[in-house]
């Protein structure tokens, strides 16, 4: 197997930051940090990241537990399926699936457990792909679902706002062309 980019590297430990917390989230946050502080572009997403890490080092694993059900399961503005929030339960969603089903195939990202317009599938693929595809994907689709991710996070105030915050961050500074996203006006990290 080809070693991965550095791109595809940091999207994949971001990705794996959204994935329902356990005894292995203190260990990818830090690999996380450090991948981000070796990109000057990006190293700003570090400082997110910490706020995130600072909670998770200060409360006990059950309450981070919690944060993640309340941020991501138990409201519906920050889900993390990324089709929902460009086309809710419209059939249009399903087109979507289909073509994100089969970027997953073509980046060689394996699909587990969640549907494959989950944001940490979209951030896989988008750090496989090429400066052109990711530049037109994550514009297109990406930086509108996670505007809209954010405003719905904000309302329930916890430690997650400060992941998607890095997340965003780094998309927007790496993939997104801000001429190109449409509709809403980029929500400011």
């Known amino acids: 197997m080809a070693t991965l980019s550095k791109n595809a590297q940091i999207m994949d430990a971001l990705a794996e930051l959204l994935e329902y917390p356990d005894d292995s989230l203190p260990k990818k946050l830090e690999a996380c940090i450090s991948l981000l502080k070796t990109d000057e572009k990006i190293k700003k997403a570090a400082d997110h990241l910490t706020l995130f890490q600072d909670y998770a080092q200060a409360n006990p694993a059950q309450s981070l537990e919690e944060a993640f059900t309340q941020a991501f399961d138990f409201n519906k503005e920050a889900a993390l399926e990324v089709g929902w929030h460009l086309y809710g339960e ?100």
């Open 90 to 189: 419209d059939y249009a969603r399903g087109d979507f699936l289909v073509k994100m089903r089969d970027l997953l195939r073509q980046g060689g990202v394996e699909e587990k457990q969640e549907l494959p317009d989950h944001l940490t599938y979209v951030l896989s693929v988008v750090g496989r792909m090429d400066k052109e595809s990711s530049t037109a994907f994550a514009s297109m689709y990406l930086m509108s679902a996670l505007n809209k991710m954010l405003k719905g996070i904000e309302k329930k105030e916890g430690p997650y706002q400060h992941v998607l915050k890095a997340i965003h961050f780094v998309v927007l500074e790496n993939y997104a062309d801000p001429l190109q996203i449409p509709g809403e006006t980029r929500y400011e990290s």
